[in-house]
T-cell receptor, first 112, second 115 residues
Framework: DAKTTQPTSMDCAEGRAANLPCNHSTISGNEYVYWYRQIHSQGPQYIIHGLKNNETNEMASLIITEDRKSSTLILPHATLRDTAVYYCIVRPASGGSYIPTFGRGTSLIVHP | NAGVMQNPRHLVRRRGQEARLRCSPMKGHSHVYWYRQLPEEGLKFMVYLQKENIIDESGMPKERFSAEFPKEGPSILRIQQVVRGDSAAYFC?????????????FGPGTRLTVL
């Protein structure tokens, strides 16, 4: 029962912006959108999260649509080291029983 | 501030042996989560622990697997009588506050190979 859907793979030229989409059409009002990435053979790395407003940090920007049914992770100037699998997940903002589901994610390949 | 530590990074066991995987959470974090990642698959939740308590073990196989997070020391994921299907990467994550509402930070993983 996937709560998010992402494209299986994408590619991007080095130095260009990488825009990774995620659909979460069944998201609840109290659920955050989280993004993680996993570089080959490493543990997942937290990138960013948001609830309603767009967010930006030193790694990326997160754009959430007004109806919150989809979002886009933006890596403004992709580098070769950004090649990884990117996971979009939804998580509740308050306590309660919850099993995180990472799914297959999007495999982003940044090429020279 | 050291991140989540896991050891060993690589572990090789023969079928029938026991595997012990250790996880030291980030300083100040009292919540630990274990995940398993089979080759070419996504992460699957296994168990969520606080100090001396198992909060949610709904993702743990019913047999041979156990986990603990004692008052002192690292969290341990124990797999008894390992089989080839247990070969996977096992990741630990920690968070400072209650449960799933807080950001989890992951360790580098332990890669278990069962011969």
């Amino acid at each position: 029962d996937a709560k998010t859907t992402q494209p299986t793979s994408m590619d991007c030229a080095e130095g260009r912006a990488a825009n990774l989409p995620c659909n979460h059409s069944t998201i609840s009002g109290n659920e955050y959108v989280y993004w993680y990435r996993q570089i080959h053979s490493q543990g997942p790395q937290y990138i960013i999260h948001g609830l309603k407003n767009n967010e930006t940090n030193e790694m990326a920007s997160l754009i959430i649509t007004e109806d919150r049914k989809s979002s886009t992770l933006i890596l403004p100037h992709a580098t070769l080291r950004d090649t990884a699998v990117y996971y979009c997940i939804v998580r509740p903002a308050s306590g309660g029983s919850y099993i995180p589901t990472f799914g297959r994610g999007t495999s982003l390949i940044v090429h020279p | 501030n050291a991140g989540v530590m896991q050891n060993p990074r690589h572990l090789v066991r023969r079928r029938g042996q026991e595997a012990r995987l250790r996880c030291s959470p980030m300083k100040g974090h009292s919540h630990v989560y274990w995940y398993r990642q089979l080759p070419e698959e996504g992460l699957k939740f296994m168990v969520y622990l606080q100090k001396e308590n198992i909060i949610d073990e709904s993702g743990m196989p019913k047999e041979r697997f156990s986990a603990e997070f004692p008052k002192e020391g690292p969290s341990i994921l124990r797999i008894q009588q390992v089989v080839r299907g247990d070969s996977a990467a096992y990741f630990c994550a920690s968070s400072p506050r209650q449960g799933w509402t807080d950001t989890q930070y992951f360790g580098p993983g332990t890669r278990l190979t069962v011969l």
